[in-house]
């Protein structure tokens, strides 16, 4: 080591041409350094961090033996990509992590040529990979397509169907799986990095090209054993008889963390003419940094924290968590009715069935990221006279829509969907969003859609939800912590599409729909004071809605303005529709609607966010000023408007 250079050699890689130029047996130094940064990045800004400890060595090697980013390197999800960033000329931004005007959490085509496709929901990599692939066969242009898939995520069916498909790609689609939690492995050493460099070299691939020319000359009935028992042969001593039935050469397991291993196979598969390939690593989460091993959770994502202790800064105490609160709410219910179930799809702590499933482990299902799979079970459930709950976060619910109309809608099942995450969800930005949950659930015949203004509502609706029999309901709310209102002794079943008044006046009228409900209260002080005295209603329901209690409000008030965390589409869309059916619209009535804007947010802090859509106190007022054509000096005489 006397002949490394005495400046830290992460100074002097801002890009992996830079890396390329280093000696192999620099690379260890190298990620410890890139290790060391890592830690001391999301100590500052918070983030993850367990993942992207996990695949240091990995980072390092793609990027020193591949030729990136000619060759498009795609990491599913993208939680364990801050290392990736630091080495692709982002280090010197990398505590600007999930911050306002900063870097993204995840991989984002805007930022780098490096992030070839932007990720934050799992299982896509492979397709996309295969996409690259395939477009640069076609157009007779160098380049791979390497996919970066981790155990958890190669549980969603997405990821076997686009393996299904991959085989016209050839040698130019590699699939490297991080294996780091489901222990798919067995132990990994010596004899077994041995193998992987075998079957992964050249001369092992040629003989393997040559056997197979040779067996096609061959009956057919000796060529199937001949390929059967060379793929059995390799799976009894390496595993992967899985991937060779999906069409893939599979090469591993080998030790993620151990350079000298992965990159002469990685090697062998850059320049290897089989294909396509799947290299299994097994690596650690939290690798290198002792509190982090030591977590249950590996720090999958963490506060902000001393890098010296590992402990956490905690957020001052104040009210629960809304998913805790509905995990609360949902074991009393399970108490009363034995047919209440639970279902998620990998994010257990994140929606509060945790708490169920200690409570009732026997009824509480996690099935991993298989939103589809959870969606169409708890219709299976329901259709078998079971009472099943639904949770999960509006932005993955998404991907189980076809589901939710065809499995759930059209038989009107009983499925109850509690759906977290509604809104802006602030750090995790535009991929984690709930924006759209309204729009794509109201448009659906029998559907019932509630949204509660405060923890206290949310108790309310899940006890509505666990009593609602007659179709398929789902209750929005958003993440953190609730607004501090007194939790109930006792549940209330509310009654289907009637909302409430919280504060009446007489010429203004804001239409609330779910946690906006604050800002709303806050913007009705600001008008009191200017001599407009306003109503505040809670509608509770975008679906059914309110008809008759938004039609007096409409009809008994100057101007009317709904507000709601989601998108066009949403309440405001179907209060107009309403007052177009009924032809309020003809009488003259100032009706104006605020919603998310047509974008896609970046990540800020929630306040900050919904301040920047036009969604807080100050935006209701200016909304209401506007649509009045407010003059503050008429008002001595009597007068709102100039």
Known sequence: MADLPSTPLLDTVDTPDDLRKLKPQQLRQLADELRAETISAVGSTGGHLGSGLGVVELTVAIHYV??????????????????????????????TLRQGGGLSGFTKRSESEYDPFGAAHSSTSISAALGFAIANKLAGTPGKGIAVIGDGAMSAGMAYEAMN????????????????????????????????????????????????????????????????????????????????????????????????????????????????ILVHVVTKKGKGYAPAEAAADKYHGVQKFDVITGAQAKAPPGPPQYQNVFGDALIEEAKRDEKIVAITAAMPSGTGVDRFAKAFPDRAFDVGIAEQHAVTFAAGLAAQGMRPFCAIYSTFLQRAYDQVVHDVAIQNLPVRFAIDRAGLVGADGATHAGSFDVTYLATLPNFVVMAPADEAELVHMTHTAALHDSGPIALRYPRGNG?????????????????????????VAILSLGTRLGEALKAAETLEAKGLSTTVADLRFAKPLDEELIRRLLTSHEVAVTIEEGAVGGLGAHVLTMASDQGLIDAGLKLRTMRLPDIFQDQDKPELQYAQAGLDANAVVDTVLKALRYNEANVADGGARA
């Open 66 to 95: 591949f030729n990136t980013p000619d060759d498009r390197l795609i990491w599913d999800v993208g939680h364990q990509c801050y290392p990736h960033k630091i080495l692709t000329g982002r280090r010197d931004r990398i505590r």
């Open 165 to 276: 498909n991959a085989e016209a790609a050839g040698n130019r689609l590699v699939v490297i799986l991080n294996d780091n939690d489901m222990s798919i492995a067995p132990p990994v050493g010596g004899l077994s990095a041995y193998l992987a460099r075998v079957v992964s070299s050249s001369e092992y691939m040629g003989l393997r090209s040559l056997a197979k020319r040779v067996t096609r000359k061959l009956s057919r009935r000796l060529t199937s054993m001949a390929g059967k028992t060379e793929e059995f042969a390799r799976g009894m001593v390496t595993g992967g008889t899985l991937f060779e039935e999906l069409g893939f050469y599979y090469v591993g397991p080998i030790d993620g963390h151990n350079l000298e291993h992965l990159i002469p196979v990685l090697e062998n598969v850059r320049d290897a003419e089989e294909g396509p």
């Open 483 to 507: 607004v501090g209102v007194e939790l109930p002794a006792a549940p209330q079943r509310l009654e289907i599409g009637k909302g409430r008044i919280v504060r009446e006046g007489k010429t």
